[in-house]
């Protein structure tokens, strides 16, 4: 199976040092030194990782024959595709490769069905799931403990407690009403406040 695993971006200095936006939660394996990764146009690939290093909070990777500044820049844009056995499993079992999560259900506690999972967002932050409900209409879920409680790759589904108004817009305006008031306001701001804390 192949995975979209990071995004080149602009060229950094004149040695063919590019920054790249990683998506995959095992960076040092998929695109460590020695990596070879297929692309996205196929026409730049197959590019085998020379080096690696952070800058600024940046992955910063050199290709095997990219030598400077131009043939970087040249390559700004393509998408690095790693090879992963479909059976494979992160070595934390709280982690999930996206093609294990895409296509769940999304049911919740109860076992109501939202939706179905179709994609991972993978933000600096967080992770996000993105839910397509019944109507057709999409919904941003966050990945974290307190919001999906449950993988359950057995029986293809992700169980979630939703806060009020992430799944029904409806439920929003009513708590805001009651925020208006002086209540709930603050169990609603806890749950964000996790949220944005807490990263998968």
Known sequence: MQLVVGKIGRAHGIRGDVSVEVRTDEPELRLGP?????????????????????????LLLRFAGVKDRN?????????????????????????????????LDVVLQDGTLVGELTEVVHLPYQDLLTVEKADGTEVLVPFVTQIVPIIDLENQRAVITPPAGLIDPESAEVAGSRDADGQ?????????????????
């Open 34 to 58: 020695g990596a070879v990764v297929m692309t996205d146009p196929a026409s730049v690939g197959p590019l085998t990782v020379e080096s690696g290093r952070v800058h600024s909070g940046r």
């Open 71 to 103: 043939a970087a820049e040249a390559l700004r844009g393509t998408l690095l595709i790693s090879e992963v056995d479909p059976e494979e499993r992160p070595d934390d079992p709280e982690e999930y490769y996206d093609h294990q999560l895409i296509g």
């Open 184 to 200: 709930d306001g603050a169990s609603e701001d806890a749950v964000s406040q996790d949220a944005s804390e807490e990263s998968e």
